[in-house]
Structure formats: structure tokens, C-alpha cells
């Protein structure tokens, strides 16, 4: 998923609730805020020599 892609399914949907859920499937607090968002791009060989490229949307959230 983009950012745009993220902006756009939350903008189609502003009557739900938006809620973050940690790997051990608990929920983020709904107070949170995020504070920051990041764009990661990773480039790698793997043991065999195929090169790979990895894009990430990274969320930065605060439990307030």
C-alpha cells in the first residue's frame, strides 16, 4: 500500500474508526498520535545473486 493509497482509504472512510493494532494483535491505544512517516527503500543480493528492492510506509506512533 502507498501513502496516497492510505490517504484515500481513510478519506473514504471518515465515519470509522481509525485504529492501530500491535504484532500480538492488541490494540494501539486510541489516544495515540503518529508522529512521524517514513519512506524506506532497501536494495539487496540475495545468496544466490538475485537483487532485490524493497519499498516500506513506516508509521511512527506515540501511546499518549
Given at each position: 500500500?502507498?501513502?496516497?493509497?492510505?490517504?484515500t482509504?481513510l478519506?473514504?472512510?471518515r465515519?470509522?474508526?481509525f485504529r492501530l493494532?500491535l504484532p500480538?494483535?492488541n490494540?494501539?491505544?486510541?489516544?495515540?498520535?503518529i508522529?512521524?512517516?517514513?519512506?524506506?527503500?532497501?536494495s539487496?543480493?540475495?545468496?544466490g545473486g538475485s537483487?532485490?528492492?524493497?519499498q516500506?510506509?513506516?508509521?511512527?506512533?506515540?501511546?499518549?
Amino acid at each position: 500500500m502507498t501513502i496516497n493509497e492510505l490517504q484515500t482509504l481513510l478519506e473514504a472512510n471518515r465515519e470509522k474508526q481509525f485504529r492501530l493494532m500491535l504484532p500480538g494483535q492488541n490494540p494501539v491505544p486510541v489516544s495515540f498520535h503518529i508522529t512521524e512517516v517514513g519512506h524506506v527503500q532497501k536494495s539487496f543480493i540475495d545468496c544466490g545473486g538475485s537483487v532485490h528492492s524493497v519499498q516500506t510506509c513506516v508509521l511512527q506512533a506515540w501511546e499518549g
